[in-house]
């Protein structure tokens, strides 16, 4: 199974990954989220693999995120649904392990 990389190539620490795994000679599959968006199953999922809350996995400095934070799991995620930028990046799946790369040398530890 291929490394998945979500990611937005625009984001500086998305670069960053990029290059780490390129120099690690890892190959993986990118999904541009922020692009393509995700389902609310989709995000239930990355968040079980890495084992993060959905507020864990808020960005923070998106409009609204804060007011977001407090909420239940099922408010955030139906919100990083329909508006995927709320989705902390880069997130790595390795099979069915995931980890949330910030920093970017946190993938190791699903590779």
Same mark, same amino acid.
């Given at each position: 199974?291929?490394?998945? $990389?979500y990611e *937005?190539?625009?984001?500086t620490?998305?670069r *960053? %990954?990029? *290059?780490?795994?390129e120099e690690? #000679?890892i190959?993986f599959?990118? $999904? /541009?989220y922020?692009v393509t968006g %995700?389902q609310? !199953? /989709?995000i +239930?999922?990355l968040l &079980? *693999?890495? #084992? @993060?809350?959905?507020?864990?996995? %808020?960005?923070? +400095?998106?409009?609204g995120?804060r007011d977001l &934070? &407090?909420?239940?799991?099922?408010? @955030? @995620?139906a !919100?990083? !649904?329909e508006?995927?930028?709320l989705?902390? +990046?880069p997130i790595?799946v390795? #099979?069915?392990?995931?980890?949330l &790369? +910030?920093p970017? /040398?946190r993938?190791?530890e699903v590779?």
């Amino acid at each position: 199974m291929p490394v998945v $990389v979500y990611e *937005k190539p625009a984001c500086t620490t998305c670069r *960053k %990954l990029s *290059k780490l795994l390129e120099e690690q #000679g890892i190959d993986f599959d990118s $999904v /541009e989220y922020h692009v393509t968006g %995700l389902q609310e !199953a /989709e995000i +239930r999922d990355l968040l &079980a *693999k890495a #084992g @993060i809350t959905a507020a864990e996995a %808020l960005r923070l +400095r998106e409009e609204g995120a804060r007011d977001l &934070a &407090a909420q239940e799991d099922d408010v @955030i @995620i139906a !919100a990083m !649904a329909e508006r995927p930028e709320l989705l902390q +990046r880069p997130i790595v799946v390795n #099979g069915d392990k995931a980890v949330l &790369a +910030r920093p970017v /040398e946190r993938a190791l530890e699903v590779l």
